[in-house]
């Protein structure tokens, strides 16, 4: 019964989700898009900076400057396992 009803849940959300972004005008989908390119460069610029030979503290303070005010999160909006 919790797994059904967790499906269902999900499932709803996924739904809202869905349709919150058809709602989208033109100029929303467009300052979206630019939010994205500017999330992906700020973490192409991480890439860059931990492959330059840099420390992980000194990557991600940069990463958290270049991405202040467009992600939420420590991470920019993204977070993955070591």
């Given amino acids: 019964m919790n797994k059904l009803l967790l499906a269902l849940v999900t499932i709803a959300c996924s739904a809202t989700v ?6 989208h005008g033109d100029k929303e989908t467009k300052a979206d898009i630019a939010k994205h390119r500017a999330i992906a460069a700020a973490h192409e610029g991480a890439a860059k900076c931990l492959e330059s030979g840099k420390k992980d503290d000194v990557c991600i303070k940069e990463l958290q400057a ?12 993204m977070k993955h396992e070591h």
């Fill in 66 to 77: 270049a991405c202040k005010g467009l992600a939420i999160g420590k991470f920019c909006g």
């Fill in 18 to 23: 869905c349709i919150a972004a058809e709602t």
